[in-house]
């Protein structure tokens, strides 16, 4: 299980459940939980304030407001966890969260999925992945197994989540109705060991993959980011080639997102990982305003259709029961 190094539990979050169990946790395996009504990160810089909020958990209480949307992955953004324990160059959460990416649970969980229930009308989709990897905590929080359950419990309700991370055992024996959807982002492994740190390996993810699918969940990949270094189309290849060989046999979804970069995430990246070797050139890209309101930097057009061409044939060619969502 991921350890965090510092652990805030705001005062108006500890009567709730969740809050006294990482208090226990932390109490057990003598791990820093400090009860406060401000939690504040050392004004350091770099990689430095970066690695150390990545080891730090603030537990709080989430005021509900309106719920953000999440196209194309869902209708609706879930936020029970922000933040992630991994360390991956690209992330994704860079332009969100700065450069002190702390992790932060929600305790008020029942209150935030009761509130997803009310706004649900029929097949409602939510997206648990939008603004964190949620899978690391589980062996801490436990918020992903009651989401799953409560998303079960629910006809109107679907639940998506998105990882690559492994901690999924307190799922697999749940009734989950079909009710949610784990997509594994997978990559060649040379993006793997150059850019996501601190994650598990293919295998391990495949691995979890295969113990999701015989649990009878609906399991999809995600591509992403794909980056088009020289000898993209091999690796890339190669690892659709291992990745059926390695799961059982059965229906796959898959969504592919092509590297994108925001200038905030650019200079947020360049501060955090110096020597990066990221390709974050600005010429040779299309710059296009995003759904969030800023724009990003995407592949030029006839580099992106080269990639849809590439993946639409190749998944189609060792996956026989694949659905591709979306290639962007
Ligand atoms: Fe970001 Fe996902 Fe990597 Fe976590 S695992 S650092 S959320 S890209």
Same mark, same amino acid.
């Given at each position: ?5 510092? $652990?805030?539990? !705001? #005062? ?5 459940? $969740? ?14 939980? /400090? ?12 990689? #430095?304030?970066? +690695?150390?909020?990545?080891?730090? &958990? ?5 005021? =509900? ?28 959460? *860079? ?20 509130? @997803? ?12 992945? +939008? ?5 690391? &905590?589980?062996?801490?929080?436990? $918020? ?62 495949? %691995?979890?993959? %295969? ?6 969940? *609906?399991?999809?990949?995600?591509? @992403?980011?794909? =980056?088009? !270094? ?20 059965? /229906? ?5 997102? %092509? ?5 905030? @995430?650019?200079?947020? =990246? &360049?501060? =955090?990982?110096?020597?990066?070797? &990221? ?18 930097? $995407?592949? /030029?057009?006839?580099?992106? @259709?080269?990639? #849809?061409?590439?993946? #639409? ?16």
């Amino acid at each position: 299980m991921f350890k965090f190094k510092n $652990v805030y539990i !705001y #005062k108006n979050a500890t009567d709730y459940p $969740v809050a006294q169990k990482i208090h226990s946790y932390c109490k057990e395996n003598n791990i820093e939980c /400090e009860i406060t009504n401000r939690a504040t990160s050392e004004e350091t810089e770099g990689f #430095k304030a970066y +690695a150390q909020a990545k080891r730090t &958990l603030w537990i709080t209480v989430k005021k =509900i407001g309106k719920f953000q949307t999440c196209k194309p992955s869902a209708d609706y953004q879930l936020t029970l966890v922000s933040g992630c324990v991994g360390m991956c160059e690209y992330c994704y959460l *860079s332009t969100r969260s700065g450069i002190r990416p702390v992790v932060k649970v929600y305790a008020n969980v029942d209150e935030i999925l009761q509130k @997803a229930k009310d706004i649900s009308t029929e097949n409602t989709v939510f997206e648990m992945s +939008a603004s964190s990897d949620p899978v690391p &905590l589980e062996p801490l929080t436990g $918020v992903l197994s009651k989401a799953v359950e409560f998303f079960a419990q629910n006809d109107n309700m679907r639940l998506r989540i998105a990882t690559k991370f492994t901690d999924i055992d307190s799922i697999l024996n749940i009734d989950h109705k079909n009710h949610t959807e784990i997509r594994y982002s997978i990559n060649t492994e040379h993006i793997i060991k150059t850019f996501e740190h601190s994650t598990p390996t293919l295998d391990e993810r495949l %691995s979890a993959v %295969s113990k999701l699918k015989n649990a009878g969940y *609906s399991v999809g990949f995600i591509i @992403a980011p794909v =980056i088009l !270094y020289d000898g993209w189309q091999k690796d890339y290849e190669n690892m659709l080639k291992n990745t059926a060989k390695s799961i059982p046999n059965g /229906e796959y979804t898959f969504e592919i997102i %092509s590297h994108r970069f925001t200038t905030t @995430a650019k200079n947020n =990246i &360049l501060n =955090i990982f110096p020597q990066t070797t &990221l390709d974050m050139n600005e010429e040779g890209r299309k710059f296009k305003f995003g759904q969030f309101g800023y724009g990003k930097f $995407v592949y /030029e057009k006839e580099h992106l @259709a080269q990639m #849809k061409e590439f993946f #639409k044939n190749n998944i189609e060619k060792y996956f026989e029961n694949a659905k591709i969502l979306y290639i962007i």
